[in-house]
Nanobody, 124 residues
Framework: AQLMESGGGSVQAGGSLRLSCEDS????????LGWFRQAPGKEREGLAA???????KYAESVEGRFTISRENVKHTLYLQMNSLKSEDTATYYC???????????????????WGQGTQVTVSS
């Protein structure tokens, strides 16, 4: 699988952005997908994951502000980000599990395919 993110950019605090991730691999609809981010000097953080059946899980830091969704026909994963804060500034990555496992953003080890990342900058 090859993943490619898009939709990053600069936005003021309180604004919104929608990230997209296209997956060129096969069997897209069968796998758990997730969004992660990494800020300078910090560890990579799991944000949200969505299973093949649409079940979602979120990190506490983004629950209620971010929404993960998928469009299997288009092989595309989305992350709608609302009420953005300066602390949301980071490089955002999408990822796909290599084989079926518990679908959670807490289990980064289970995600074997990663995109190259897209930068999100939130100014206050």
């Amino acid at each position: 699988a090859q993943l490619m993110e898009s939709g990053g950019g600069s936005v003021q605090a309180g604004g919104s952005l929608r990230l997209s991730c296209e997956d060129s691999g096969y069997a897209f609809s069968s796998y758990c997908l997730g969004w992660f981010r990494q800020a300078p000097g910090k560890e990579r953080e799991g944000l949200a994951a969505i299973d093949h059946d649409g079940t979602t899980k979120y990190a506490e830091s983004v629950e209620g502000r971010f929404t993960i969704s998928r469009e299997n026909v288009k092989h595309t994963l989305y992350l709608q980000m609302n009420s953005l804060k300066s602390e949301d500034t980071a490089t955002y990555y999408c990822a796909r599990q290599r084989k079926p496992a518990t679908c959670s953003p807490d289990f980064q080890w289970s995600f074997g395919y990663w995109g190259q990342g897209t930068q999100v900058t939130v100014s206050s």
